[in-house]
């Protein structure tokens, strides 16, 4: 399910509709956070899937990306994976901020690739969930990096679910 054309996070096509109100709410949510998101604009980052607990984003490596060993900047590819649990761990339409993270470095990424990183709620308890991130290359399995969020909800909804088309 594309959500976004490549370079316009936060244009969700909705030719069709989402089969539950929780993947309009979750689709809802992304788009309000991506309309505002300047940072992952300008680094070409795309939604490529959302749902409740869930989202897929992409990064195409590009020359500014590169660093002194001729490799992504570890700190973009942390944008990435941090990117894609923001939105999974907004999904379900309460404003939910970080906590702390990290992330492990498995291999390089290379100048041209394409990163994908999938995002999954693992738990939540009260107002705290935990957020697994793997970013690989596009097509691939291999890992490049391994990242684990923890978040908490605040007050606040990012969309009125009053006004979802079902």
Not at 88 to 105: G, K, M, P, Y
Not at 107 to 122: D, I, K, M, Q
Request: charged share 20%; proline share 5%.
């Amino acid at each position: 399910m594309g959500l976004s054309e490549p370079g316009t996070p936060g244009r969700a096509d909705h030719a069709e509709a989402p089969a539950t109100p929780a993947q309009a709410l979750a689709e809802a949510a992304a788009a309000a956070m991506l309309a505002g998101d300047r940072a992952s604009r300008a680094l070409g980052i795309r939604l490529l899937e959302v749902s409740p607990g869930r989202a897929v984003l992409a990064m195409t490596v590009r020359e500014d990306m590169v660093n002194g060993h001729g490799i992504c900047h570890g700190g973009l590819i942390f944008t990435l994976a941090d990117s894609a649990f923001a939105l999974a761990c907004n999904s379900r339409n309460h404003v939910t901020l970080a906590q702390a993270a990290d992330i492990v470095f498995v291999s390089p990424a290379r100048l041209g690739e394409t990163l994908v990183a999938t995002a999954v709620e693992r738990t939540s308890f009260g107002r705290n969930g935990v957020y697994d991130v793997s970013v690989r290359r596009e097509g691939e399995d291999a890992v490049v990096a391994e990242f684990r969020g923890r978040s908490r909800e605040v007050a606040g909804t990012l969309v009125n679910p009053d006004r979802l088309p079902c």
